[in-house]
């Protein structure tokens, strides 16, 4: 490639990149040095929570649910992130008591019937 050449790919790099910055408003999730735009992440969100929906008719969604769900996961902390700090700690306790009940109902209800998990029961009770 020549040096002329190279200027106006640079020049194009340039200005391609300065375009993106402008039409697109980027957060700070780093995560090693890539910069993730706040739209992709709430679309891929999205995309999983439409497949989730559809897993209830059509089972083979399930598999497409799988590939957006850390879209969820790098969201979530993200959304909390940007809240006020009198929220944060009402949020953050309010994940802990549905995650909390969460489990409980899991060990108690649902246990018996999943794969042969068996619910836990207390040594002192026959």
Do not use: H
């Amino acid at each position: 490639m020549t040096v002329a050449w190279k200027k106006e790919l640079k020049k194009l790099d340039n200005r391609i990149f300065r375009f993106s910055m402008s039409k697109t408003k980027l957060i700070r999730s780093r995560i090693e040095d890539i910069v993730l735009p706040e739209g992709l992440l709430m679309y891929g969100s999205l995309l999983a929570l439409i497949f989730q929906l559809f897993t209830f008719t059509v089972n083979i969604l399930t598999r497409l649910r799988f590939y957006y769900i850390p879209f969820l996961y790098i969201s979530i902390p993200l959304a909390v992130e940007k809240t006020s700090d009198r929220y944060k700690k009402l949020i953050k306790q309010g994940i802990y008591v549905v995650l909390t009940l969460y489990f409980v109902y899991i060990c108690y209800y649902l246990a018996g019937s999943q794969w042969g998990v068996v619910p836990y029961e207390f040594f002192w009770v026959d």
